[in-house]
């Protein structure tokens, strides 16, 4: 079996394999460039996101783990054969992703962007800062990654809103709601924090009409996928003020180009799609690639974690 790794750790990946797998031979590529003609013989695929010319070549395989969550980079290739099995990582960025809405909420609610400017300036400038504690919270999709959040949210004393795709009971959620809830929930929460994946269901779930009906004090925060949002109306919200501010580590086009307004926004905070890195995402993310390894090995197919159902 021939194993090709396409990411930044691919040497630090495969000697952690080698030593499982020792029946693999395993191409540890950095970058794109150093693929090769690898690609034409490979089995099985690990990575997070690769362009469909290699996948055209890829004649020979079968299988392909996602280091992430998200699927749709891969999915979406044209040339994917529907008998490719695929796999991702889901279930394992609760602790990663729940700490980065809480960096975005506390950041926003003490203006520390504001801190951040003054010590380059040497200014000693005061202001009462803004609490979580008794703010009500808004999350969208209430999973992995929202139940950690959730619960962390109540351990500041928050009040939770949590949104479902079928309205549910969840621990640390105190006011559970379905799809229908969206407009109400925005327009009651402190903070708004879209988890949701991008699927066709979800695209610019979170509109211009949706937006409207958050509070000129609230906060919009977005973890999930860029276009879950309408990142126009968005950006008409903020420039007119009509909501105080927004934490976004996703976006309609990524990189962020040079030319959006939002680098420049003084409520704004950016930042490069990481919130589900981590210093030991690898240690969380190989165990399942391991076992899913293991199983494959072994025959089986679709019983592997996180088997992506693709259809007919």
Not at 12 to 28: D, N, S, V, Y
Not at 67 to 72: A, E, K, R
Not at 226 to 240: H, M, P, Y
């Amino acid at each position: 079996m021939n194993l090709l790794v396409l990411d930044f750790r691919s040497e630090t990946i495969k000697k952690r394999l080698q030593a499982g797998f020792p029946e693999l031979t395993i191409h540890a590529a950095d970058s794109e460039e150093e693929i090769g003609d690898f690609i034409e013989k490979t089995d099985i695929l690990l990575t997070i996101k690769i362009p469909d010319a290699f996948i055209k070549k890829a004649t020979k395989l079968k299988w392909i783990q996602s280091l992430i969550t998200g699927v749709d980079f891969i999915i979406n290739l044209p040339s994917l054969r529907k008998e490719v099995l695929v796999t991702s990582t889901r279930g394992i960025h609760g602790p990663q992703m729940s700490e980065m809405a809480f960096l975005f909420m506390l950041a926003l609610s003490r203006d520390f962007l504001r801190n951040l400017q003054n010590q380059k300036q040497k200014i000693w400038e005061r202001w009462p800062a803004r609490l979580l504690y008794k703010k009500k919270v808004g999350i969208l999709g209430v999973g992995v990654i929202g139940k950690e959040l959730a619960r962390k949210c109540k351990a500041f004393g928050m009040t939770v809103y949590g949104i479902t795709s079928t309205k549910r009971e969840i621990e640390s959620v105190d006011h559970a709601y379905g799809p229908d809830g969206l407009m109400e929930v925005m327009g009651e929460v402190d903070f708004f924090v879209n988890i949701v994946p991008s699927t066709p269901e979800t695209l610019k779930m979170v509109g211009a009409r949706e937006l409207s009906a958050m509070k000129p004090t609230a906060f919009f925060i977005n973890i999930g996928r860029g276009d879950t949002v309408d990142e126009e109306a968005l950006i008409e919200r903020l420039k007119a003020k009509k909501i105080a501010g927004a934490g976004l580590d996703a976006f309609s086009m990524e990189p962020l180009p040079e030319d959006s307004p939002l680098w420049d926004m003084e409520n704004v905070i950016v930042t490069p799609h990481n919130g589900g890195m981590s210093d030991i995402y690898l240690d969380q993310a190989l165990p399942i690639f391991e076992e899913n390894m293991r199983r494959f090995l072994q025959g089986e197919r679709r019983d592997l974690i996180n088997y992506i159902e693709r259809g007919a």
